[in-house]
């Protein structure tokens, strides 16, 4: 019986046929070139149509011309004027929104009181749309900075913590439990263990929330910003200056990639344990 | 230092788990507790170590741990609970932070139980670096950082491979001839069981009870793969708890 299927091979009517392949797939791996030639093309294509005329003037501004109009901005050195306050008011109302959003998290990951207490309370913050509470904050904060930074970290906090605690919430017990049967101290199992392992759920949270602050801040510098991404973005839109308009979105996207990258750095930094 | 318990009994929502568990756990001494699944081993675990309450009975320690004892009763779990995050050194010292140990004394300790667990060479490996049974030398590594009056294991084995599983309890058997220590070992695997145990604590299903305690007298080094006399044993573990485990088995499970 074995000796007819190993002399198989030679037998025509047993035709070998080598095993389908249906494995692979589904791991995503890093292909950065991908990401740049997909932006690339669609330039291409914008400006070719707009160049040939099958794009109006009306609909897409040149890339070349909002390429021009970005070299203009920085030659004439407004383009800091504006990214300065932008970058300053990201960073402190982020940096609020995400401290404080990241506490009230880990706070409500740990103590049951202060989950059942808080969760409906977030849940009920979250879907407000932030911007529609501007005007309120600059009753509460006044028109300068202070109401943009209240609107920002306003907006962040809320994402954050519900990463944070979800987070929290996914830490290993066990781990938890091997802190407490070695006689750790409730500060160190927050500390050494929880919070380690609760980052990699922080850190794709803080993804979303940065994306939401860069949205938030065209909405704050609307009212009572002279400089400013978003303050000039507005300005261009009122006065349907295409050129500068898109010069302006194109800032923020690469605000958003810069941003992301960062994030991906301190993963990659932060969360090497991982498997 | 010794370990008594008195009457442990406990339920979960009305469930009884154990009944009247009464044991005695001798300084310098590996009892093993075997019994079906279910019936309330790594519960009785927790209890001894304090991680969970029982409904009734008591456990008490007799006499003091003995000098230098940073964690008398220590755990070995069988997920191994390293940090993934921590190097094999940084998981140790984990333990000894606490302690306000740092520095060179925390280097002192740590080289000396990597050296005994044979683990200096991976002081600096992650836990994703390593195979199972490094990873339960580093778990057991680290238990002996501590310095415990009692190690409390459960099922350290049974994640791994019955060829790890073999050097594993060869290291722990020479472990334990080098200097004795106590132990209250969570298995059911009777082979384990008989390699290991001074004394073996057989349970019944769930409502746990204490069926039988078998001692075996010959001295752990001389416990041989393929052991006559352990064979003899093992194979009389298993008749009492055959018809138990068969039970146990056919049970609903209801949770
Ligand atoms: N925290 C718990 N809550 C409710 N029931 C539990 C809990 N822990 C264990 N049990 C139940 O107690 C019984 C004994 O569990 P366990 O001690 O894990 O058994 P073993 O380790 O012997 O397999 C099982 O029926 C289990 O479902
Ligand atoms: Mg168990």
Redesign the pocket.
Known sequence: MSDATLSGATAPATAAKPVAFRGGGFAPRPHRWVGFVVFVVLILIAEWGTRAGWISALTLPKPSDVLATFGELYQSGMLFKHLGPSLARLFVGALFGVTVGVSVGVLIGLFSYVRAGAVPLVAALFPIPKIALLPLFVIWFGIGEGSKYALIAFGTFTPTVVATYGAVDNVDRTLIRMGQSFGLSWWSIVRKIVLPGAMPGILSGLRISLAIAIILLVAAEMLGAEYGIGAYILQAGSLYDLERLFAGVVILSVLGVVVSALIGLIERRVLGWRT | MDIRLDGISHS??G?A?MNDITLDIPAGRIVCIV?P????????LRFIGGLERPGQGRISQIGEPPEGCLNPLTYIFQDFALLPWRTVEGNISLVLEDHGIKGARAREIIGDVLARTKLTDFAKALPKQLSGGMKQRVAIARALAVNPAVMLM?EPLSALDSQTRELLMDDLISLWSRQPFTAVY?THNLNEAVRLGHQIVVLSR?P?RIQEVVTIDKPLDQRQFGDPDLDEKQKYLWQLMRDEARAADAEL?N?
């Not at chain 2, 699944?37 to 009785?44: A, E, F, P, Q, V």
């Open positions: 979960y929502d469930v788990v019994g699944s279910g019936c309330g081993k790594s519960t009785l459960d969570v769930r746990g499970i949770v």
